[in-house]
T-cell receptor, first 112, second 116 residues
Framework: ETGVTQTPRHLVMGMTNKKSLKCEQH?????MYWYKQSAKKPLELMFV???????ENNSVPSRFSPECPNSSHLFLHLHTLQPEDSALYLC???????????FGPGTRLLVL | DQQVKQNSPSLSVQEGRISILNCDYT??????FLWYKKYPAEGPTFLIS?????DKNEDGRFTVFLNKSAKHLSLHIVPSQPGDSAVYFC???????????????FGKGTLLTVNP
């Protein structure tokens, strides 16, 4: 497996559910990112991790909870989401926070 | 307020001709610019980048031009091929206030369609 992988690729959840998105990078990078892409909007940075430490939280609601157990894995835990949270969630990684970012295929999330 | 703007949501070009995708930015602290390409159901793929110390970077059929005084960059694809049909995102980065991270700020994207 190479590059950046994300699972699941599609997710439908109710507003009371708890689910997690997983991202794994096989590039030996040290920085990982979560982005959100809503319809007709630019990609929005949510979180940045560098060497497992969170270095950026872009005013994301607490119903989104990231976890980075090591430099290769990044999770986004979801609970009590709203329908407006339906979007494409993209994970990316880079060698360091100044490096070119490489993206995974994304998880298409639908909150009912 | 959008700091990176791609004012053309779509562009249609004939195969073999030149495609020119434009991007404007407002933040003078941006010092690195990137273009990403995105196919449906896939994540963005890095295409080409340029540092603010340069005004041109070329990679095969792709050339990015940077005009710092106008805060404008463009991506030229020549010759265009049907496989180039995708959404193209412009992105810019610069040191955020008080920190050492470089945040990527994206435009909304331009859908390029290359007709055979």
């Amino acid at each position: 497996e190479t590059g950046v992988t994300q699972t699941p690729r599609h997710l439908v959840m109710g507003m009371t559910n708890k689910k997690s998105l997983k991202c794994e990078q096989h590039l030996g990078h040290n920085a990982m990112y979560w982005y959100k892409q809503s319809a007709k909007k630019p990609l929005e940075l949510m979180f940045v991790y560098n060497f497992k430490e969170q270095t950026e939280n872009n005013s994301v609601p607490s119903r989104f909870s990231p976890e980075c157990p090591n430099s290769s894995h990044l999770f986004l835990h979801l609970h009590t989401l709203q329908p407006e949270d339906s979007a494409l969630y993209l994970c990316a990684s880079s060698q360091d926070p100044t490096g070119t970012q490489y993206f995974g295929p994304g998880t298409r999330l639908l909150v009912l | 307020d959008q700091q990176v703007k791609q004012n053309s949501p779509s562009l249609s070009v004939q195969e073999g001709r030149i495609s020119i995708l434009n991007c404007d930015y407002t933040n003078s602290m941006f010092d690195y610019f990137l273009w990403y390409k995105k196919y449906p159901a896939e994540g963005p793929t890095f295409l080409i980048s340029i540092s603010s110390i340069k005004d041109k970077n070329e990679d095969g059929r792709f050339t990015v031009f940077l005009n710092k005084s106008a805060k404008h960059l463009s991506l030229h694809i020549v010759p265009s091929q049907p496989g180039d049909s995708a959404v193209y995102f412009c992105a810019a980065s610069g040191r955020n206030s008080g920190g050492s991270n470089y945040k990527l700020t994206f435009g909304k994207g331009t859908l390029l369609t290359v007709n055979p």
